[in-house]
């Protein structure tokens, strides 16, 4: 066989069609632009966007709200595997873990029609925020709380994890992280769930490899990683030369850099001003001052902008939510845009299964294991 054209990490391969969202003219889904649906939309009308094409009117709003409200929680024996699992476990194993067990208390999870598909992306998004805040309270020897369907999702997702009525700008800015959390186009995790969804396995097995894919420092795993540098560089008078030796060191510098966006990226210039206004409000404004020094530096010495997850993290620190909850929190909004992914990959389905460039020895003899040097 001939070599073919390769790219490492697939950079600039188009590798599937999808009518979900785009980069191309500034980020947007399914024709609306992040600025408008961060300045005005919900994170439910954006799920509904994403799950079922449009913004919902608001009678479909009301009923995709119920229906959100109405879910199932998790099943008894799934809270039960939750107090069993070690307390060394991270949060985001557990989320795997949690993927997982809800698969087998899902009644339709071998139907793989659309239909059924978006009921069970429909469940999955209102389990696994519930299930996230029931291990971290479990964590804390606390019994876990069930979401109260008078809240926004939002609202409830802090409500579930603080037990303190946040406030309306904290809420805000909690809608508008999930929303731009919610869906990128061929990520690594969502091309993840398309590779899985495009061998017919199940919705529920397309996530929980997200979850995987997801978890990753390169990937959704450098928000946690923000936090440990901030706290570690502590002040931003020590920015410049933390910055300068992490990079003599070659180290990479989580919350900087993107395979696409090479001058930066939109969803973080928008988190970074909630940053600001929420920082304000609790107490946080030295870490704004910190994380301004560092990405200056890093801009004046490799060019690098910071990604969503740079201010991200802050914004979850200022609210007071544990670091083990960031990576979670963005399985919570990401699986509005896995599920849709699925549902599109299985509506045009055909295997997904690339070709590779084969770098081994060529053709040998087979040695008998008396005649293999030692
Ligand atoms: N810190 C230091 N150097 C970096 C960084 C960084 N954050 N990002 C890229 N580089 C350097 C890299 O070392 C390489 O340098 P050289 O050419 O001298 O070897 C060059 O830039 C190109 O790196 P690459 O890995 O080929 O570039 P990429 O487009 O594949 O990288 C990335 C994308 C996200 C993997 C990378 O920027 C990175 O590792 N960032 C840190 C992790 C991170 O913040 N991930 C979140 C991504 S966005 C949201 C999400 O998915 O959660």
Known sequence: MTEREYSPGLEGIVAGETAISTLAGGLSYRGYSIEDLAHHATFEEVAHILLHGDLPTADELAKFRKRLGTQEVIPPPVLETLRRIPVKVPMMDVMRTGASLLAHWENEVADNSHDANVRKAERLLV?????????????QGKEPVAADPRR???????????????????????DVSLILYAEHEFNASTFTARVIASTLSDLHSSICGAIGALK????????????????TVGSADKAEAWVMDALAKKQRIMGFGHRVYKDGDPRAAYVKTMCREIAAETGHTPMEDLADKIEEVVWREKKLPPNVDWPTARLYHYFGLAVELYTPLFVVARTAGWCAHVIEQLDENRLIRPAANYTGPGRREWKDISQRAD
């Open 152 to 174: 926004s999702f939002a609202e409830n997702v802090l409500w579930m994890l603080l037990r303190t009525q946040p406030t309306p700008a904290m809420t805000r800015a909690m």
């Open 216 to 231: 990753g420092p390169l990937h959704g795993g450098a928000n946690e990683r923000v936090l440990a540098i901030l706290q």
């Open 127 to 139: 389990q696994l925020p519930i299930l996230m805040a029931a291990r971290h309270r479990l964590l």
